[in-house]
């Protein structure tokens, strides 16, 4: 308890560090808004001069008392130090030179920072606040819609925004290349390559699990029939490759339904066809 106590607050500490790096040191200084609170701060610094640890914090205050009531108080307290510290390091920060003065190495440094940020204090079960409550709040109450696409369509108007506040469209794309980069790298941060998972399910309930992986997991499957060599007993098999982040909410599952399901999980290293890699042209 100890340890993950620890590793969490060493999380924040880094995380944080990182994140008022990106702001202050690569995306602030260039012009740089790749949507979410911390795009908005950016444009209000560029109008008003104030810091924009200042706007971070101040923005972030209403989605926090929201977070604290539908959440609960552990992600409020997690993502309030998350916050505070970000806001005060980023105008403290913001005092040194910017690392480059390459709007397009800005806004891959920029935008690759923010990602290993975010994924760090994710890693800690909390969030930068901003645009990750509202999707959050936003998936409670419609759990069809893809946090992905929420994300894009939130940071894109924001980041479309900021061609306008800054009065050149060439800031707008700079924006959402930052914001293309942050979110491949913080897919690589959370969940590694996108290396797949191939996945046997031996149970007694594969009408349960093959439901689940159909219509939550938006997933294929295929049903084999097996025979136990020892006991002579028939099940069928759940036959399912799934990506690697999905594979702990199967696990999850699995084991609340049928815990005497025999579960074999292997690594997938390339897959072709729906949902997955497109399959080859023949030449």
Do not use: W
């Not at 060493?10 to 979410?36: D, H, Q, R, W």
């Amino acid at each position: 308890m100890k340890n993950k106590l620890f590793k969490n607050i060493l999380y924040i500490i880094i995380g944080s560090f990182v994140y008022a790096v990106a702001l202050s040191l690569f995306l602030t200084p260039n012009k740089i808004a790749p949507g979410g609170v911390s795009g908005i701060s950016i444009m209000l610094n560029h109008i008003t001069n104030i810091g924009v640890g200042v706007f971070l914090f101040i923005i972030n205050i209403p989605l926090l008392i929201i977070g604290l009531i539908k959440l609960g108080k552990s992600f409020f307290f997690g993502t309030m130090a998350s916050i505070l510290l970000t806001s005060i390091l980023t105008d403290f920060l913001a005092k040194l030179p910017p690392l480059t003065d390459n709007v397009m190495l800005s806004a891959l440094g920029g935008g690759a920072s923010l990602a290993i940020a975010i994924g760090l204090i994710f890693k800690a079960g909390f969030t930068t606040g901003g645009t990750d409550i509202i999707v959050r709040l936003i998936k409670l109450r419609h759990k069809h819609l893809k946090s992905g696409m929420i994300f894009m369509v939130v940071d894109g108007i924001i980041s479309i925004a900021s061609g306008i506040v800054f009065r050149d469209p060439d800031y707008a794309l700079y924006a959402l290349l930052a914001l293309i980069v942050s979110s491949i790298v913080l897919d690589i941060v959370l969940y590694g390559s996108d290396e797949a998972k191939l996945v046997y399910i031996i149970t007694k309930k594969e009408k349960e699990i093959t439901e689940y992986i159909l219509k939550t997991l938006d997933r294929g499957c295929t049903l084999l029939d097996c025979e136990g060599a020892y006991s002579g007993e028939k099940r069928q098999t759940v036959m399912c490759a799934i990506k690697k982040r999905d594979l702990p909410q199967l696990q999850e599952y699995i084991l609340q339904t049928d815990r005497d399901s025999f579960m074999i999980v292997t690594s997938a290293s390339e897959i072709y066809g729906e949902g997955y890699k497109l399959r080859m042209n023949n030449y």
